[in-house]
């Protein structure tokens, strides 16, 4: 029997409205009047509604925050001064962490323990860059020009930021976006999906009761081939980030050309998770369901291709599928949910259209599937899956599904699997259980990916720099990383002579 957590009030009063977007410090409503249906992905049900964006709009954000970065209070700011309001705006993160959570578990349906603990990660992400704020520094480096030259570097924020986010995790996916361009200097304008505005849009209001200067923060809500497409094509925006599909993630690519801005792009993945025969047997088993299913399987790095020793495939696979009831799937406001909904009626479709095609190829589904279920029948749920049978050149081990369905494969050898992991055009993450150290480093350095979890996974931390090789993105947010991808070097030659 169901326990349902009761929504918080907070949050049932903040969507009892309709949601406007914050520019330049103002709530204002779409230019041209439209607005988009928000719906809970577990019931269907209609939320709210969201201001729909344009061109018309961008444009007034951009403006907003050209104003904020040039003209305003912003760039004159110290950075002791910057660092304590980013560090007001961590605390009353935390202080309304549970009001987020719901309104995440509300807007994209995963359980509440979830979203709770990506709340309290958002405001450790703005701690963390707060303080950074005080620390941009630069060098001084010894001339071999004759004369008297001083010659150093200093490092200036780039200017207007815009990021893009996707669906899955809405608000810690935005506030990787958010808090390193502000702890340099930057003014930003965030595009959440039109399909899961709601928590962001509350965090907006939060940037505004920390005493942010208007326009340095400024959230435009609307679909990717309108704003999206318009922040990536506007001659006044300096830098975007972007997390998403490869296929848009190379769109943004061609649009920023305009004006060569600045690109960060964190994309797809096809991550492989490879157990070998001398791990630590029930640790490789939870780590391979937590890779693939956590998240319900919405997640960019997922270890969506599993490798297991040829000697304990078949017992490691009955196992996994035995060890894939624990996941209850269900309402995200359910103690008991451990996997939501997918994310629209869309994606659940896309996700059921692989496993067909899986299926056609030769593959086995040993469990999983589509939820039929009476009390699941209005959401977009998909049970934890497991293919078998499957071949690298299959198209559910070359295609990212996005959802909870891992591709199982058996190999004889370490340098077989490091061989058929890298085949593949995406780098993104990568797993490995052993106990054996020296294999582990040795897979792990020969990995094309720019993540490795050795006898874990899923872990990210805003000191460690995250993102990709190869056709999984560019550049790297988190840590260090981030200051680099937000700030601009200048180099100063001064003749002292």
């Not at 961008?58 to 560090?87: Q, S, T, Y």
């Not at 279920?373 to 497991?386: I, M, R």
């Amino acid at each position: 029997m169901s326990t349902l957590i009761a929504l918080n009030s907070k949050a049932v009063e903040f969507t009892s409205k309709p949601l406007k977007m914050l520019i330049g410090g103002r709530w204002v409503d779409a230019m041209s009047g439209k607005r988009t249906e928000i719906r809970n992905p577990a019931t269907g049900e209609l939320i709210t509604t969201a201001a729909e964006g344009d061109k018309e709009d961008v444009d007034l954000a951009v403006a907003a925050a050209r104003r904020a970065f040039e003209e305003g209070p912003w760039p004159k700011m110290k950075p002791n001064e910057r660092a304590r309001l980013i560090l007001k705006l961590a605390d009353l993160i935390e202080a309304n962490a549970e009001e987020l959570a719901h309104l995440d578990t509300l807007d994209y349906g995963q359980p509440v323990s979830l979203t709770t603990g990506f709340a309290a990660a958002a405001a450790d992400n703005f701690r963390y860059y707060a303080g950074w704020a005080t620390k941009i520094t630069g060098e001084t480096i010894p001339s071999s020009t004759p004369g008297n030259i001083f010659n150093y570097t200093i490092r200036e924020p780039i200017g207007v930021c815009a990021g893009i986010v996707p669906w899955n995790a809405p608000l810690m996916n935005a506030i990787m976006k958010i808090s390193a361009p502000l702890a340099v200097g930057n003014t930003v304008i965030v595009k959440p999906s039109e399909e899961t505005p709601i928590s962001l849009l509350r965090f907006a209001e939060l940037v505004q009761e920390a005493g942010f200067p208007d326009g340095v923060v400024n959230i435009v809500t609307g679909y990717g081939a309108t704003v999206g497409a318009a922040l990536a094509s506007h001659t006044d925006v300096d830098k975007i980030a972007f997390t998403g599909s490869t296929v848009v993630g190379k769109e943004i690519i061609q649009n920023s050309a305009v004006n060569i801005k600045k690109v960060t792009l964190e994309l797809g993945g096809k991550s492989a998770h490879i157990i070998f025969d001398d791990a630590d047997y029930e640790t490789a088993l939870a780590n391979a369901a937590n890779s693939i299913f956590f998240n319900s399987g919405q997640v960019c790095f997922a270890g969506s291709r599993l490798y297991v020793e040829k000697g304990i495939y078949d017992r490691f696979l009955a196992d996994l599928a035995e060890y894939s009831k624990n996941y209850r799937v269900g309402n995200g406001f359910d103690k008991d949910t451990v996997i939501g909904p997918l994310i629209s009626s869309k994606q659940k479709q896309r996700v059921l259209h692989y496993l067909d095609i899986g299926q056609q190829e030769g593959a086995e589904m040993i469990i999983g599937g589509d939820a039929k279920e009476a009390n699941l029948a209005n959401g977009h749920f998909v049970k934890p899956t497991v293919m078998a049978n499957v071949h690298n050149d299959m198209t559910i081990a070359k295609e990212e599904i996005f959802g909870p369905v891992v591709s199982a494969m058996p190999f004889d050898d370490i340098d077989e699997v490091i061989k058929q992991a890298n085949n593949t055009v995406y780098g993104l993450g990568g797993g490995i259980c052993t106990t054996d150290l020296r294999k582990a480093h040795k897979v792990a350095h020969a990995l094309r990916t720019g993540n490795v979890w050795v006898n874990t996974y899923n872990i990210t931390e805003p000191g460690s720099p995250f993102g990709g090789y190869k056709q999984s993105g560019l550049g790297r947010e988190n840590g260090a990383a981030s200051i680099d991808m937000y700030t601009e070097i200048k180099n100063i030659w001064i003749n002292l002579g």
